[in-house]
């Protein structure tokens, strides 16, 4: 599969940032476009003499793209890029895996059905499996799923953190809502099905993207989850979900001191989808 790399221009941010950072939005299993990024910004980090530089992925690694288990695997157990520092935040689809691997008992043939609706069906076929026989067998469904991650890899990702702060910025797979207190936003598991996914951090959209003033702890929020057909950068929010698996580009904003920059992996023209 061909890819092509574009790179904006060098601009203002909206916040200033203490460690050189590259914040990756929603990957969803496309194998091409993540190496391809990961080959970007490595040559910027040698060619650039990047010092101590930061990679942080945003979530949603899996479901909808045909690599979702294999980039989760390798996220969670190989450098990525050797010399940076990687921070792996989850997104809304990792709740969903968190929720079938931790459960037991009737609910988990629920929990599989409704995580299949969302996308899970292409983890399904990664393992070789149909998603009518993952919805009929959850278990067995589960326990590939364990058998491919491996024990260290699960133990890895279950204690992933919710998200990472630097300097003016939070990042964070969906947003923040702006009735909630940055410590409660903070304080919210992960890990479980939310009740009111309009409050949970790796979930909300409204009224987080309608909000145009200041968030608790007067955090500038680099975020997925929402697709955009181009970046969104505004005065408290940068997003960079701009859809990979539906046919739009990987993104990934750049963020040096007080400026920003975006590169974008997309599939070239003739390119197989």
């Excluded at 003016?168 to 809502?177: E, K, N, R």
Aim: include cysteine; charge should be negative; charged fraction near 20%.
């Amino acid at each position: 599969m061909n890819t092509e790399t574009a790179t904006t221009e060098w601009r203002p941010a909206p916040g200033t940032i203490d460690q050189h950072s590259f914040a990756i939005g929603d990957i969803h299993g496309m194998r091409h476009h993540f190496d391809a990024l990961l080959s970007r910004i490595a040559h910027i980090i040698a060619t650039e003499s990047v010092q101590a530089p930061r990679v942080v992925l945003l979530g949603d690694y899996i479901d909808r793209g045909p690599a979702s288990l294999s980039i989760l695997k390798q996220i969670l157990t190989t450098d990525l890029i050797p010399g940076a520092e990687t921070l792996t935040l989850p997104g809304n689809h990792e709740t969903m895996l968190a929720t079938v691997l931790r459960e037991e008992g009737p609910a988990l043939e629920e929990h599989v059905e409704n995580w299949l609706r969302w996308g899970a069906a292409a983890i399904a076929r990664e393992l070789g499996q149909s998603a009518e026989s993952a919805a009929s067998r959850p278990g067995a469904f589960v326990k590939a799923i364990r058998d491919y991650l491996g024990a260290d890899a699960i133990r890895q990702f279950l204690t992933l953190d919710l998200a990472h702060r630097d300097t003016d910025y939070l990042f964070i797979h969906a947003g923040l809502h702006p009735l909630n207190s940055l410590r409660d936003s903070l304080a919210c598991d992960w890990q479980s099905m939310p009740y009111n996914q309009h409050r949970h951090p790796v979930w909300c959209r409204y009224p987080f993207l309608d909000h145009n003033g200041p968030f608790d702890g007067d955090v500038v929020v680099v975020h997925g989850h929402t697709i955009q057909r181009e970046p969104l950068v505004t005065a408290n929010k940068i997003g960079v979900d701009t859809g990979a698996y539906e046919g739009g580009p990987l993104t990934c904003v750049e963020l040096k001191g007080d400026r920003l920059r975006f590169h974008q992996v997309r599939l070239a023209p003739g390119g197989n989808a």
